[in-house]
Structure formats: structure tokens, C-alpha cells
């Protein structure tokens, strides 16, 4: 039971990736540590409500 997760950078606020989750293993937020093009540096992407 995967589910389609945006992902939003918490320094810019812009989503720039999206990935799949599956909500019986992971209930709370996803986040992750990626490349935000606009900063052009690694910030924390959170999952979008």
C-alpha cells in the first residue's frame, strides 16, 4: 500500500522531489537530508500534508 510523498524543503519551501511510501511502516513524516537546486546546498526535505 505505497502512496505518492512530496517532499518540501524546509529552507525554501519549494517541493522538488517526490517519492513513494508506504504508510504501515512509516505513519509519521518522512525526511530526508537532499540537494536543493535553488540553494544549490543539502537542506532537510520534509514530507508534504
Not at 8 to 19: A, D, L, M, S, V
Not at 33 to 39: A, G, I, S, T
Request: aromatic residues 10%.
Amino acid at each position: 500500500m505505497s502512496e505518492l510523498a512530496k517532499m518540501i524543503c524546509t529552507e525554501c519551501g519549494r517541493e522538488n522531489y517526490h517519492t513513494y511510501k508506504n504508510k504501515k511502516k512509516n505513519p509519521g513524516r518522512l525526511e530526508f537530508k537532499k540537494y536543493c537546486r535553488f540553494l544549490r546546498k543539502h537542506t532537510i526535505h520534509r514530507e508534504k500534508k
